[in-house]
């Protein structure tokens, strides 16, 4: 089978966040850049699929020159080939959609899997955009049952079960754990849970300078050049007032108590 993931470059979560005097972006001297937590997830999901079924994974990625790095790490973990639309700044949710339709539809995988949002913006729209573009089943937030954890890290053995045309997904709810069946091809886009992404090795990291990354620019693709949505400005969150200490537990219950009303 053939799987497409979609990759966004994002800046470190690690990493202190400083927005620029003017408002008008985020301090990027000396920023690290990595490859999108939820997005990794996929990519991990997407290699043990294809172990189990067959196959090649596809990583597709939309960004400024240097997303290649991001790419290459997808590679290093295993991926078979990069897509890599280039574009000199951040595409908004509908556009990138807009981008991921039109590579599916040359690409034609069986499942296109996403993180279910992006560290950076926080939108989560892209997997369910997507699927409304290209008329296909979606599942959302995939996860897994606690009791599977261990087995399935252990032995790398995919959360997702795809057999008879079909990919079994299991969400997390309110309630505890629902489980999804769509027809393929479809949109699954995942959540923290569903596994643990490995490392890349040192082999891998040389495999990937050979791998394939196709280049193209963000202006070969139709409807996707006009931004529909525009950051007027950006602004820090205030600063948090100073906790209080207290002397022992009697005295911080009086406070929840008297003071913060809590209890």
């Known amino acids: 089978m053939k799987i497409l993931v979609t990759v966004k470059r994002v800046e470190d979560w690690e990493v202190k966040i400083r927005v620029k005097p003017d408002g008008s972006g985020i301090e990027t001297e000396q920023m690290k850049y990595v490859v999108n937590p939820f997005d990794e997830i996929a990519v991990e999901e997407a290699l043990r699929l294809r172990d189990a079924h067959g196959g090649e994974v596809v990583i597709a990625s939309i960004g400024v020159k240097d997303t290649a790095q991001q790419i290459r790490t997808a590679l290093a973990m295993g991926a078979d080939r990069g897509l890599h639309v280039l574009a000199d700044s951040a595409v908004d949710p509908l556009a990138a959609a807009s981008v991921f339709k039109q590579l599916v539809d040359e690409e034609k995988p069986d499942l296109i899997l996403l993180g279910k949002q992006a560290v950076d913006d926080d939108m ?140």
């Open 124 to 263: 989560g729209q892209v997997g369910t955009m997507l699927a409304e573009k290209l008329g296909n089943g979606q599942a959302s937030f995939a996860s897994k049952e606690d009791n599977l954890e261990s087995a399935n890290e252990k032995n790398k053995v995919p959360a997702l079960k795809v057999q008879n045309g079909r990919v079994e997904v299991m969400r997390e709810v309110d309630g505890g754990i629902e489980t999804v069946s769509v027809a393929l091809p479809a949109v699954v886009t995942v959540d923290l849970r569903l596994n643990l992404p490995r490392y890349a090795s040192l082999p891998g990291i040389m495999k990937a300078k050979k791998k394939e990354i196709k280049e193209r620019p963000l202006s070969a693709f139709a409807g996707a050049t006009a931004p529909g949505v525009k950051i007027v400005k950006l602004e820090p969150p205030k600063e948090r007032k100073a906790g209080i200490r207290v002397a022992d537990v009697a005295a911080l219950v009086e406070k929840l108590h008297s003071e913060a009303k809590v209890i």
